[in-house]
């Protein structure tokens, strides 16, 4: 899946999905379990928060 289908599928743009994946930008809750949901996975296994 590109990241340009996965942004489609969840409604954010190609641009904005590859932030997410360099750690550039963080998701708002509901765009996080859109994500999830396309994978079929739980919230915490796509994403995790690492405390510093």
């Known amino acids: 899946m590109t990241q340009a289908d ?3 599928r969840v409604g954010v743009t190609r641009q ?3 932030a997410i994946e360099q750690g550039k ?3 708002s809750l509901e765009v996080a ?3 999830a ?3 079929g996975k739980p919230l915490e296994d796509v994403f995790h ?4």
């Open 16 to 18: 904005t999905i590859a």
């Open 6 to 8: 996965l942004g489609d």
């Open 49 to 52: 928060w690492a405390d510093e």
């Open 25 to 27: 930008y963080s998701p």
């Open 37 to 39: 949901r396309v994978f």
């Open 33 to 35: 379990f859109r994500i």
